[in-house]
């Protein structure tokens, strides 16, 4: 008896792109932030097509590590760049990417413990399985005191935006529109279709790639943003430009991470505003400068790491960490997100002084009967 069924094609399949792959919780593109635990936290990385934004420190300084860890993922993985900034020449960020460490040197701690702590010794002369081969990683370590060499951004595609040399003095200010942010919208909409990141461009599948896009300490003064007292004193122009990029990567090979100094704004509305208008948002505490720096309840760390939303795509849920209480740390090589662990005790004068209560005086002993004041008398 014949039948209408028929085998399904093999043309739906889905293409695999280097240094990417499919999450496990809504089969969306995955690419890493060059950050493993920072990926873990947040569902397995960046779904490509969105925007991340992390809200900076009061210097900025561990977004912009952040933000480096982001681009040199991506020139390992072999993605295009698209990095822009305002108070820094872009050339000097780029100049400054962490070297990327050897597969065999990535967990060169962990394989250390491994050899001092044996589980059996019948599996000492087993040999080690490699679960992820090299040429299909996902996410990599880099040492942050070695300055990843020149030529490899001579291998993938650049382009850069300096936002100081675009800005022109003819623009009024307070102005409903931004130049700025007009021109680099221009820029992003022309580097993804010249390079045929678009999802319907007629690039050859075997071909594509990811594009990068890096905004640095956007929505500051340098970007021509007024910091107004009231959500009424802001003009629309970096919503409007949040909103256009999200659209616009949407239908693109494209993730983007913006970093943005939300502390200089003196409203809460118009931050939350913001937030509304990014998929995910990260936002980052120091404790330089503030009493938590001297605090001994948080003395291994250097801040916290704070998850304020996550995307929903393709899912009517979102991802949820084990622990929201996160906290990173910046060694001399690396920079890791860990959850807040609290020390067992958290004053050292009280230890000290219940130390001394039990310590008998000198020159008695300490089970002899009488009326000291020791609590092992008896």
Same mark, same amino acid.
């Given at each position: ?36 635990? %920072? !990926? ?7 779904? #490509? ?5 992390? +809200? @900076?420190?009061?210097?900025? =300084? ?85 300055? %990843? !060499? ?7 595609? #650049? ?5 100081? +040399? @675009?800005?022109?003095?003819? =623009? ?102 913001? +937030? ?103």
């Amino acid at each position: 008896m014949a039948t209408s069924f028929k085998k399904k094609s093999s043309r739906g399949r889905s293409v695999f792109i280097p240094g990417t792959r499919p999450s496990l919780h809504n089969n969306q593109l995955l690419v890493s932030t060059g950050i493993p635990s %920072m !990926d873990a936290v947040i569902g397995g990385g960046v779904a #490509v097509g969105t925007v991340v934004m992390i +809200e @900076e420190d009061n210097y900025g =300084s561990y977004a912009r590590q952040i933000l480096k860890y982001f681009l040199a993922e991506g020139v390992v993985s072999g993605h295009g760049l698209f990095l822009a900034s305002a108070d820094i020449d872009p050339q000097t960020i780029l100049k400054d990417l962490p070297h990327p460490l050897d597969h065999g040197d990535d967990n060169t701690d962990s394989t250390n413990q491994e050899d001092t702590m044996k589980i059996a010794w019948r599996y000492q002369q087993k040999s080690k399985v490699q679960s992820n081969p090299s040429h299909n990683r996902f996410g990599h370590y880099y040492d942050l005191s070695r300055v %990843m !060499d020149e030529k490899k951004l001579d291998t993938i595609p #650049v382009r850069m935006f300096n936002a100081a +040399e @675009e800005c022109t003095s003819d =623009s009024p200010k307070n102005s409903r529109s931004n130049s700025l942010y007009e021109k680099l919208l221009s820029e992003v909409n022309s580097t993804i279709t010249d390079g045929g990141y678009s999802t319907t461009a007629a690039k050859q599948q075997q071909e594509r790639s990811i594009l990068r896009i890096a905004i640095h300490s956007l929505g500051s003064q340098l970007w021509g943003e007024e910091c107004g007292a009231t959500c009424v004193d802001f003009s629309p122009a970096l919503p409007w430009f949040l909103y256009s990029l999200r659209a616009t990567l949407r239908s693109s090979l494209v993730v983007c991470m913006v970093t943005i100094p939300t502390h200089v704004f003196q409203d809460s509305g118009f931050t939350h505003r913001i +937030e509304r208008l990014c998929d995910t948002v990260l936002a980052l505490e120091s404790f330089a400068g503030s009493d938590k720096e001297t605090n001994p309840l948080y003395r291994d760390y250097h801040g916290l790491f704070n998850i304020v939303r996550l995307p929903r795509l393709n899912t009517l849920t979102t991802h949820m960490p084990d622990s929201l209480d996160l906290a990173f740390k910046l060694k001399r090589k690396k920079f890791s997100i860990e959850t807040l662990h609290l020390p067992p005790d958290l004053s050292e004068s009280v230890s000290r002084n219940q130390e001394e209560a039990i310590r008998p005086k000198p020159g008695a002993l300490a089970c002899q009967t009488g009326s000291g004041n020791s609590k092992l008398d008896f």
